[in-house]
């Protein structure tokens, strides 16, 4: 599978910055010590256990920041699947410049291939219905968008990247607003006819008034169970989009899906993920 990529020049500051944080201010004294400048090597990245790979155009941009004359080939493109002892990346030139860009590339790509990874079992919980896994804005400061790139390459889909995409009134939203109802007249009365609308609700009855009020075009339904999940997507009848989130773990992915909804978002794909093991060897 081929997926849209985001260009290098986006994604470098926050690589830049991970190295700089690495470096320190004197860089890596260790290196600069014991191995002499003239030493070249070849090194792979090595996966050490089976994998959706991610992260590997962050690696690669890297070592390039570090040292532009290093030959970087990928062997593995995000998105593919790996196995324990796969080659992902071979990395060629200057043993000092691979030492010294080796733990961010690899905290990098070991951290995505871990979401994508996840993601990619919680999507193959949906399998035989028409339900995608999603995930929100649970992100770590700062890498969101590459984090959201790992879950496109483990076959989920994007919610919104910032406040500022589209309106999705939450439930502290609506308390603040005075009432669904409140809420949604505000947005019929202030916001663009450009921007998506989404509205949370965790009751049935609150359900009721959003399909009477209108003004939305997808619904969550938060924390509710699989009966009243089933109940909220026959009531919208495929008149909105409609999104279950809230207590979303793998054991409940297929029986959630069972129940009709469009979507199911789940934090947990950016903030519980563990980091797949990958090492760099020379």
């Known amino acids: 599978m081929s997926f849209a990529t985001v260009p290098d020049l986006i994604l470098e500051p926050m690589v830049r910055n991970a190295l700089l944080e690495d470096l320190g201010s004197y860089g890596d004294i260790t290196t600069r010590t014991v ?21 590997m155009q962050i690696a690669q941009i890297a070592f390039k ?11 593995k493109t995000d ?15 200057s ?20 979401i ?15 339900t995608k896994v999603t995930c929100t ?41 005075g009432g669904v109802r409140a809420a949604l007249e505000a947005v019929k009365t202030n ?37 009243a999940l089933r109940k909220a997507v026959s009531m919208v009848d495929g008149h909105m989009t409609t999104e279950a989130s809230g207590n979303v773990v793998r054991n409940r992915i297929a029986s959630i899906s069972a129940t009709g909804v469009d979507y199911i978002s789940s934090g947990a794909l950016t903030h519980s993920s563990p980091t797949v093991d990958l090492g760099l060897d020379f």
């Open 35 to 55: 191995v002499a400048q003239d030493v070249t090597y070849t090194a792979q990245i090595n996966a050490r256990e089976d994998a959706i790979v991610s992260g």
């Open 65 to 75: 920041l570090v040292d532009p004359t290093l030959t970087v080939t990928t062997h």
């Open 79 to 93: 998105g593919s699947l790996c196995s324990a002892g796969d080659a992902l990346m071979t990395i060629e030139g």
């Open 95 to 114: 043993a000092r410049s691979i030492l010294s860009a080796e733990r961010v590339a690899l905290n990098f790509a070991g951290r995505l291939t871990g």
């Open 116 to 130: 994508a990874t996840m993601t990619a079992g919680f999507v193959a919980e949906t399998k035989g219905t028409k």
């Open 137 to 177: 804005r649970k992100t770590t400061p700062g890498l969101r968008i590459v984090e959201k790139l790992a879950v496109l390459h483990g076959g989920g889909s994007n919610h919104r990247f910032s406040l500022s995409d589209a309106i999705m009134i939450k439930d502290n939203h609506i308390a603040a607003a």
């Open 191 to 227: 916001a663009s006819h450009m921007m998506a609308v989404e509205i949370e609700v965790d009751r049935l009855d609150q359900l009721e008034e959003v399909l009477e009020v209108g003004g939305a075009s997808v619904v969550l339904f938060d924390n509710m169970d699989n009966d």
